[in-house]
């Protein structure tokens, strides 16, 4: 189910123009459909968790992915701009209960630190496959025709109009199926479960956590706000971007486009094994020195082709692992609660809703500014000078180093890290 929402997120870079074609707007003015997703997708993580604890995960699960496909089923038939945020605000909420709910359901893997690693990559992984694939279905199997359209005419009485429908909007229609298809199997498992409610199994007593729980995880939350909105930004802009600025055919952007999710991706299955020796924090700064350096080439050389698919390439490996691989770097300091991965998902939409917006609306007013590969820049600036200040603290006197070392030397070892029990630290975050 990761993979289908990868799928999901990546296909509306390249369909972007095609969507504010179909609502006869400019991408400036519809760049707020990423807001009603993300709206969407807050909403739903707020209640994902809840409603795992109170029905079966596959039937939520099934649930969860038809409306998903339904809501993708609509999107190329919509010709109001009102009506399309709202389907996105839809899929969105779907989105963020699915996210919540599978993270809640991988808290036993989660804090087990001889585990976590491999387990977070392999979880991403999927997502980045997904994404990979969407730019190749959406233009270079129904966009190679240029701004072919197919006509479809309303069955209505008093209206002879004629709405048509660019091909690559049909890249909707085999994502909603393939994710209609998958929302059965999870019916078919909840048919055949044994019990009501698959509950994942938590550990009696309030949770220990480090003593600066709080303060990490607030930095925590305002480092992934840089590096989703980030990622997001880039993979739904780039299209538009090489386009636009670089001159490209949309043939070349759509390849540029799912070479920016395929190396995305194989990086995350690499980072499947090299999870199991290197630690998560290794993991990060090689991710934020390719990041960094990679931006910074993209500002310079932008509008050169040759250096906008290497560095492309090298900007979407850096930003691979950076986020399975911070979950998990937090989980070595402190225990990871559902209320701990509700504040993460939360930072991860809001900034998968305002930076997209925010380069949208910008690009519509200057598209001959590469202001995408600025945005890459300052948000890999900013989560590299924010995670030594998280490190800093984790490490801090009183820390006591990290619970993946102290796990080899029994139980009672691996819980010397987790200070107290951080009851209080987390009603606060309640």
């Not at 225990?335 to 939360?346: K, N, P, R, S």
């Amino acid at each position: 189910q990761v993979c289908w929402r990868g799928m999901s997120i990546s296909v509306l870079g390249p369909t972007f123009k095609d969507l504010a074609e179909n609502v006869n707007k400019d991408i400036s003015n519809i760049s707020y459909i990423f807001v009603g997703r993300s709206a969407g997708y807050i909403g739903g993580s707020l209640v994902g968790g809840v409603l795992f604890d109170r029905m079966s995960p596959h039937l939520l699960l099934g649930f969860s992915m038809l409306l998903t496909s339904l809501g993708m089923y609509a999107i190329p038939f919509c010709r109001q701009a009102a009506v399309l945020t709202a389907f996105m605000s839809s899929i969105g909420m779907t989105m963020g209960v699915l996210d919540t709910g599978e993270t809640a359901r991988n808290q036993e893997p989660l804090n087990h630190p001889c585990h976590s690693g491999p387990h977070m990559q392999a979880l991403h992984f999927s997502y980045a496959a997904g994404a990979f694939a969407s730019p190749i279905i959406a233009k270079m199997l129904f966009g190679h025709h240029g701004n072919s359209t197919h006509s479809v005419h309303p069955n209505t009485s008093h209206s002879s109009s004629t709405f048509t429908v660019t091909e690559s909007m049909w890249a909707y229609v085999v994502i909603s199926s393939f994710v209609f298809l998958f929302s059965l199997f999870f019916f078919v498992l909840h048919s055949r479960s044994t019990s009501p409610l698959d509950k994942p199994r938590t550990s009696p007593g309030r949770p220990l956590v480090a003593r600066h729980h709080v303060a990490l995880v607030a930095l925590l939350f305002l480092f992934f706000f840089a590096y989703v909105g980030a990622e997001v930004a880039y993979g739904s802009f780039i299209f538009t971007f090489a386009t636009d600025y670089a001159g490209m055919s949309q043939a070349e952007a759509a390849g540029l486009n799912s070479a920016f999710w395929g190396v995305f991706a194989a990086a995350r299955g690499l980072a499947i094994f090299f999870a199991a020796c290197l630690r998560p924090g290794a993991l990060i700064l090689l991710c934020l020195v390719g990041s960094t350096v990679s931006s910074l080439l993209l500002c310079l050389f932008s509008s050169q082709n040759v250096s906008l698919w290497v560095c492309t390439s090298l900007y979407g490996a850096s930003m691979a692992t950076t986020f399975p691989s911070g979950i998990s770097w937090l989980e070595q300091y402190t225990t990871v609660t559902a209320h701990t991965a509700a504040v993460f998902v939360v930072g991860a939409a809001l900034g998968e809703m305002v930076l997209p917006a925010i380069v949208g609306f910008l690009l519509g007013k200057f598209p001959h500014q590469p202001l995408l590969m600025y945005l890459s820049l300052i948000t890999a600036t900013f989560t590299s000078i924010l995670f030594p200040v998280m490190y800093k603290l984790a490490s801090a006197p009183g820390s006591q180093g990290s619970k993946r070392a102290d796990a080899d030397d029994g139980d009672g070892e691996y819980r010397q890290a987790l200070l107290y029990s951080g009851g209080d630290e987390e009603e606060e975050l309640n």
